[in-house]
């Protein structure tokens, strides 16, 4: 019984654990709805759709066997692909954006195609695992090709992320 305690506290307390994710730093005036494309088999898409959840969007949530033609056709370029693709308000969304980054996109909606965290960095929303963290960026990106920083994530010495601004 001891050691079921034991295994429960070592594997459950990690998942039970607020994520640094969850606190907002941007609201909006209501509820946004963002419909999300993903796999059947992907559980980091799910926690990102969670991640959504807790920032007050409401996820229509669209699972497909064929991710690879709704990215076709929405036109996300290949180099900015990850494992889910999001559209809010005429903007796409690629990989594991935080929820604050979309806010502040739709609160400036700026003349851009969408945002995207390409590929799968871990210690991103949806893709916490524990300790490790990679510093990550967001990329805005535009119906002609051009892609420029829009947010940047570094971790400090207490292995918590720090937006880094982007230089203008």
């Known amino acids: 019984m001891k050691r079921l305690l034991t295994l429960f506290f070592v594997f459950a307390l990690p998942v039970m654990a607020d994520s640094e994710w ?10 946004t709805e963002i419909t999300v494309y993903r796999s059947p088999d992907c559980q980091c898409c799910h926690k990102w759709i ?3 959840e807790k ?9 497909t066997h064929n991710l690879a033609e709704i990215k076709d056709k929405a036109g996300i370029p290949t180099v900015m692909g990850s494992c889910h693709t999001a559209l809010v308000d005429g903007y796409l969304i690629e ?7 979309i806010k502040r996109l739709l609160l400036n909606k700026p ?4 945002l995207s965290v390409p590929q799968m960095p ?10 490790k963290k990679d510093m ?4 805005s990106f535009d119906e002609m090709g051009n892609y420029r920083i829009f947010n940047r994530y570094n971790v400090d010495s207490e292995n918590l992320y720090y937006r880094v601004p982007p230089q203008e």
Do not use: C, R, W, Y
């Not at 990989?95 to 980054?101: C, E, I, K, T």
């Open 55 to 63: 920032h007050d969007f409401n996820v229509l949530d669209e699972v």
């Open 136 to 139: 990550f960026t967001v990329i």
């Open 50 to 52: 969670q991640h959504l």
């Open 95 to 101: 990989g594991h954006v935080p929820a604050d980054d």
């Open 122 to 131: 871990v210690g991103t929303p949806g893709m916490e695992m524990g300790e």
């Open 22 to 31: 969850d606190s907002a730093t941007l609201n909006l005036e209501q509820e």
């Open 111 to 114: 003349d851009i195609k969408g």
